[in-house]
Nanobody, 114 residues
């Protein structure tokens, strides 16, 4: 069992940056594949980026070159550095952990103004 708590969301102007953090409880964080998803109003939840237990990363096409996912197993934390933000990045961002099953955080709102 793992609990996930996101932080770092907020309001930012287009072109700005934000860094999201997701702190996980438990002592087996390194066993979990981690990911960030987002859900905009009226849209389905979509994958933003993922990072495996060994640090391999994967990004949705629209985030490549702008977003960076990373993890610090010593701190039980996964990060999402978001640069060159666009209004269409506005969404609730969710942290996801996977080990035999999915675990979700409560989400953090990111709003990008034009």
């Amino acid at each position: 069992q793992v609990q996930l708590v996101e932080s770092g969301g907020g309001l930012v102007q287009a072109g700005g940056s934000l860094r999201l953090s997701c702190a996980a409880s438990g002592r087996t964080f390194s066993r979990y594949a981690m990911a960030w998803y987002r859900q905009a109003p009226g849209k389905q939840r979509e994958l933003v980026a993922s990072i495996s237990t060994v640090g391999s990363t994967n990004y949705a096409d629209s985030m490549k070159g702008r977003f960076t996912i990373s993890r610090d197993n010593a701190k039980n934390t996964v990060y999402l550095q978001m640069n060159s933000l666009k209004p269409e990045d506005t969404a609730v961002y969710f942290c996801n952990a996977y080990y035999h099953r999915d675990y979700w955080g409560q989400g953090t709102q990111v709003t990008v103004s034009s």
